[in-house]
């Protein structure tokens, strides 16, 4: 599947659910791609005080696509789902998560939220976020800003694990 990128010119006058899916898909893109050309030492690589890691970060967005766009939209909780009670938990990594899984489970649900999203307006409610009732716009503005986040985190580790990597060679 093909997506255009926020600063195609198609984008700039496209309608605004197609510019919120332009920059949603972009920064998808980015923190699927941030793992990419690494090991998996390297993707479990810890710099920071917290639980987070490339991998994990990863991981951890695989949960907010299934929170927003699974738990929220289609009311199971969580255990049905089969994602952590807490976004913290959502950084932990099992001894079988690697590269090529997580990034298949990213992908995955990334595919599951479009499906989930394509019946949807901007200003149908989605019922089953703990806030309580919440339109698609707020959502997708939310999510956005989280990935943007993360895509920042993402950019600042890997920089930090392939700069490491290259002193140490």
Same mark, same amino acid.
């Given at each position: ?6 600063? &195609?010119?198609?984008? $700039? ?6 510019? $919120? #899916?332009? $920059?949603?898909?972009? +920064? /998808?893109? =980015? *923190? +699927?791609? !941030? ?8 993707? /479990?690589? !810890? ?13 951890? %967005? ?6 927003? $766009? &699974? ?5 199971? !909780? ?10 913290? #938990?959502?950084?932990?990594? &099992? ?16 595919? =599951?939220? @479009?499906? %989930?999203? !394509?019946?949807?307006?901007?200003? &149908?409610?989605?019922?089953?976020? @703990?806030?309580?009732?919440?339109? *698609? @716009? ?7 800003? #989280?990935? =943007?986040? +993360?895509?920042? +985190? ?12 290259a002193h140490r060679g």
């Amino acid at each position: 599947m093909v997506f255009l990128s926020p600063t &195609d010119p198609a984008v $700039f006058h496209a309608a605004l659910r197609d510019q $919120f #899916e332009s $920059f949603l898909n972009e +920064h /998808r893109a =980015a *923190l +699927h791609d !941030s793992l990419n050309g690494l090991t998996e030492k390297q993707a /479990r690589r !810890s710099l920071v005080t917290s639980k987070t890691t490339l991998l994990g970060l990863v991981k951890h %967005a695989t949960f907010v696509e299934k929170v927003w $766009f &699974d738990e929220a939209i289609t009311c199971r !909780s969580r255990t049905e789902i089969g994602i952590p009670d807490s976004p913290d #938990e959502s950084f932990d990594l &099992d001894d079988g998560d690697t590269i090529t899984s997580v990034q298949r489970a990213y992908q995955q649900a990334c595919a =599951a939220s @479009r499906e %989930a999203t !394509s019946v949807l307006t901007l200003d &149908d409610l989605v019922r089953g976020n @703990r806030r309580g009732p919440l339109p *698609l @716009r707020w959502v997708y503005l939310h999510v956005l800003r #989280e990935l =943007a986040q +993360h895509c920042g +985190h993402a950019d600042i580790l890997r920089e930090q694990v392939l700069s490491d990597s290259a002193h140490r060679g």
